[in-house]
């Protein structure tokens, strides 16, 4: 008789973690960055812009590469 309440404990711990497991996965993909985003000049796409202005040349370096 203990073993189907093993088995049942064991589904909900798995249960729990894939939940806990999907809500930090969404966290992160939700945008929980704060950084602001601009057109990336000449493609279709968006980048931070920080990472822009930190050092324009070198991203048009990249882009022709």
């Known amino acids: 008789m203990a073993e189907p309440e093993n088995k049942a404990a064991a589904v909900a711990k798995v249960a729990f973690a894939v939940v806990g497991a999907a809500f930090s996965i969404f966290g992160l993909l939700s945008g929980s960055t704060n950084k602001k985003t601009m057109k990336a000049p000449g493609r279709n796409q968006r980048i ?18």
């Open 48 to 65: 931070f812009s920080d990472d822009f202005e930190r050092d324009p040349a070198a991203y048009f370096r990249n882009l022709r590469k």
